[in-house]
DNA sequence: CGGCATCCTTCGGGATACTG
DNA sequence: CAGTATCCCGAAGGATGCCG
């Protein structure tokens, strides 16, 4: 349980290495019970907000918009209790409690980042193959089934 | 809609860059519409057995462990309608339909290494401050409320 | 073999009201 | 201000059966 373990196993930078795991017998993808914390409706704007600095309670509740009072605290409650938040009660009255990222959130969150790199750069492309995948169900609807090896998807 | 743009308006490297996209007000995150598909249950597994080589349905549903008939369909059809996964039918008797991942789903997963990356890296602190959490939540029951500021958090 | 249709359970999450 | 507690709903997902 030493601290200062900023070593990865075996760093995954290709897809030849996540097979390479697989063969190994080992996971290639992000645990779920990761996947869910991120998951979560809230999760991943709240690390934005509060990665900008320590933030109030009430300051989240304004700034991610939507979000209810019972969701906040309780995603909060998780994202701290995984260590990715860091929470402090100033005993004053009124209270006032602050809440920032930790290190590892901001590594995740970098992470993350690939994979907004990712939806943005396809975000056109999926749109095009969703659009194109719903109009070759009504066509299909109206004609018979085809008698050739059928491909649906959409060119790159 | 031309094809060949494999260019990202602004590639996010840093939070920096991250933080000025919020100024513009721009959205630093993957949209929901993204994240909810490789949220399911069964969407990150089902690529990364596909991108493997073509599979089977049965070969599916027997490799990614614990999927239903109903939810390995669905997803199946999720990603084909996303342009993630490409569907072929060879019209035999009896029927064979092959899956496969499409370039952009493999970037999908390239992306998602990262995210691999970063749990493998800290699930043994993620764990930690669980640890931590947990037992201060049965202390705090014990014991009165300190009057000190509360930090909760896992030395990194 | 590769589905789709139906039923049922579970759980995330919203609305609202109360509290130290 | 920063929560907790309660109720409720809709969507995700499991189980099962039928079908081309």
């Known amino acids: 349980m030493s601290q200062g373990n900023t070593d990865v196993p075996g760093q995954l930078k290709t897809l030849a290495d996540a097979q390479a795991l697989i063969e190994s017998g080992q996971c290639p993808i992000p645990p779920r019970e990761i ?37 906040l605290t309780l995603t909060l409650r998780n994202l701290e209790r995984d260590g990715m938040l860091e929470r402090t009660v100033y005993p004053t009255v009124p209270p006032k409690v602050e809440y920032q990222t930790t290190p590892m959130a901001l590594e995740l969150y970098e992470a993350l980042l690939m994979v907004t790199n990712w939806s943005r750069k396809h975000s056109a492309c999926v749109a095009l193959a969703r659009e194109n995948y719903d109009r070759r169900l009504n066509e299909e609807a109206s004609s018979g089934s085809s008698m050739t090896p059928t491909k649906i998807g959409v060119a790159m």
């Open 35 to 71: 996947l869910d914390r991120i998951a979560g409706k809230w999760a991943i704007q709240i690390i934005v907000v509060a990665s900008r600095g320590p933030v109030r309670f009430t300051e989240l509740e304004r700034t991610v918009e939507g979000v209810s009072r019972r969701m």
